[in-house]
């Protein structure tokens, strides 16, 4: 085994936050110097090319096809054969398989979201707790999700905060006119974009409230919807109950949505709950205004004008909200400014980097020596 070689287990290679994280940081690492494997649980989806591009391994072990015991037999051999300092362990089935059967590799897992299993269901809490020994350093992306489980009692020093990181030049680059070009919106068309898989914890039948109070304020505006799930026809179906089909785009998964980001007007998240979601950082570094339910570490990442916080649940709010920040030219402004700074602070490099040092701990026996207040800022 060699300290700097890592093998990744994640569910899918379909478009998600998860997924697109995990092609960033494979890329950082191999340009640093790391040896990446990526076992995926599924059949390939649509960045799989990605991960080959971030990899120098991918393999499918295609569960639905050969079942979790087929699965579990591919993996483990995929072990002994890459021969990997750690592993790292991302989504429900990934940390369950991995933390089995990975032998006597060290096991970092990849906390995305306050949940190990994105619901916190009582099944799933219980089986992170019974196979959580085998974990020698929990990386969250958010405050709040270390929060919840030192709370429920895991260990505290097991568990890392490093928020996530993009390449914020390239969201700067992208030119708003040609961006609306190439999609053919019209120069005066509002847009109001969101981002996330179609599934409750997102809720967007808030936003398709909202859209709706918008539209019966006077506030014209086309409501993107970017993201596959398996909402999809309940929510299609809800926006024709609304009256406002006509106005809103399904746009489905988009791997790279840099023109979308382009040719916002504002950002909408209505989730019920959030760890420290990404896609907010990446509307900062756009400079679109962002507006955001109050849950987990929106708040602080909102803070000082950088994004417009609203209740859970709440259409009328987020209405008033989005009407605001789509109406007040000084508001759209300032918080375009101020969110530019945020962006910021949340670079790639700094990302990779703090992930390696706690990969190279762990693979070598050591405590992870990335503190979570030496990350804080």
């Given at each position: 085994?060699?300290a700097?070689?890592l093998?990744?287990?994640?569910?899918?290679?379909?478009?998600?936050?998860?997924?697109?994280f995990?092609?960033?940081l494979?890329?950082?690492?191999?340009?640093?110097g790391?040896i990446?494997?990526?076992?995926?649980?599924?059949?390939?989806?649509?960045?799989?090319?990605?991960?080959a591009?971030?990899?120098?391994?991918?393999?499918?072990?295609?569960?639905?096809s050969?079942?979790?015991?087929?699965?579990?037999?591919?993996?483990?051999?995929?072990v002994?054969?890459f021969?990997?300092?750690v592993?790292?362990?991302?989504g429900f089935?990934?940390?369950?398989?991995?933390r089995v059967?990975?032998?006597?590799?060290?096991?970092?897992?990849?906390?995305?979201?306050?949940?190990?299993d994105e619901?916190?269901?009582?099944?799933?809490?219980?089986?992170?707790?019974?196979?959580?020994?085998?974990?020698?350093?929990?990386?969250a992306?958010?405050?709040?999700?270390?929060?919840?489980?030192?709370?429920?009692?895991?260990?505290?020093?097991?568990?890392?905060?490093?928020?996530?990181?993009?390449?914020?030049?390239r969201f700067?680059?992208?030119?708003?006119?040609?961006?609306r070009?190439?999609?053919h919106?019209?120069?005066?068309?509002?847009?109001v974009?969101?981002?996330?898989?179609?599934?409750?914890?997102?809720n967007?039948?808030v936003?398709?409230?909202?859209?709706?109070a918008?539209?019966?304020a006077g506030v014209?505006?086309?409501?993107?919807?970017?993201?596959?799930?398996?909402l999809?026809?309940t929510?299609?179906?809800?926006a024709?109950?609304?009256g406002?089909?006509?106005?809103?785009?399904f746009?489905?998964?988009?791997?790279?949505?840099?023109?979308?980001?382009?040719?916002?007007?504002?950002?909408a998240?209505t989730?019920?709950?959030?760890g420290?979601?990404?896609?907010?950082?990446?509307?900062?570094?756009?400079?679109?205004?962002?507006?955001?339910?109050?849950?987990?570490?929106v708040?602080?990442?909102?803070a000082?004008?950088a994004?417009v916080?609203?209740p859970?649940?709440?259409?009328?709010?987020?209405?008033?909200?989005l009407?605001?920040v789509?109406t007040d030219?000084?508001?759209?402004?300032?918080?375009?400014a101020?969110?530019a700074?945020?962006?910021?602070?949340?670079?790639?490099g700094?990302?990779?980097s703090?992930?390696?040092r706690?990969?190279?701990?762990?693979?070598?026996?050591r405590?992870?020596?990335?503190a979570?207040?030496?990350?804080?800022?």
């Amino acid at each position: 085994m060699h300290a700097r070689r890592l093998l990744h287990l994640v569910g899918t290679s379909r478009v998600g936050g998860t997924e697109r994280f995990l092609s960033s940081l494979a890329a950082g690492l191999r340009q640093a110097g790391w040896i990446n494997g990526i076992a995926v649980l599924e059949a390939p989806g649509p960045l799989a090319e990605a991960y080959a591009r971030a990899a120098d391994d991918v393999r499918h072990l295609d569960v639905d096809s050969r079942g979790m015991v087929g699965a579990l037999r591919e993996w483990r051999a995929l072990v002994r054969a890459f021969a990997p300092g750690v592993v790292i362990l991302y989504g429900f089935r990934a940390n369950l398989l991995g933390r089995v059967a990975s032998g006597a590799v060290p096991v970092v897992s990849a906390l995305r979201s306050v949940y190990i299993d994105e619901r916190g269901t009582r099944v799933a809490r219980w089986l992170d707790r019974a196979t959580f020994h085998r974990v020698d350093a929990c990386i969250a992306n958010s405050q709040e999700a270390i929060r919840r489980h030192v709370a429920a009692g895991f260990p505290a020093d097991r568990f890392v905060w490093i928020p996530n990181g993009i390449d914020v030049s390239r969201f700067r680059e992208v030119s708003r006119e040609r961006a609306r070009e190439r999609l053919h919106v019209p120069r005066d068309q509002r847009i109001v974009l969101s981002i996330a898989n179609l599934k409750p914890v997102k809720n967007h039948g808030v936003l398709l409230d909202a859209s709706r109070a918008l539209h019966d304020a006077g506030v014209r505006h086309r409501l993107w919807l970017v993201g596959e799930g398996p909402l999809r026809g309940t929510l299609e179906e809800r926006a024709r109950a609304l009256g406002i089909h006509a106005h809103v785009d399904f746009l489905g998964a988009v791997a790279d949505p840099l023109d979308c980001y382009a040719c916002a007007d504002a950002f909408a998240l209505t989730s019920d709950y959030e760890g420290m979601p990404t896609v907010l950082i990446e509307a900062f570094a756009a400079g679109v205004p962002v507006v955001a339910t109050r849950v987990g570490d929106v708040p602080a990442m909102c803070a000082g004008d950088a994004g417009v916080v609203v209740p859970p649940r709440d259409a009328s709010a987020t209405a008033r909200a989005l009407e605001a920040v789509l109406t007040d030219a000084d508001l759209a402004r300032r918080l375009r400014a101020r969110g530019a700074e945020v962006a910021a602070r949340y670079s790639a490099g700094a990302m990779v980097s703090r992930y390696a040092r706690v990969l190279e701990d762990v693979a070598e026996g050591r405590p992870p020596s990335v503190a979570i207040e030496a990350v804080a800022g």
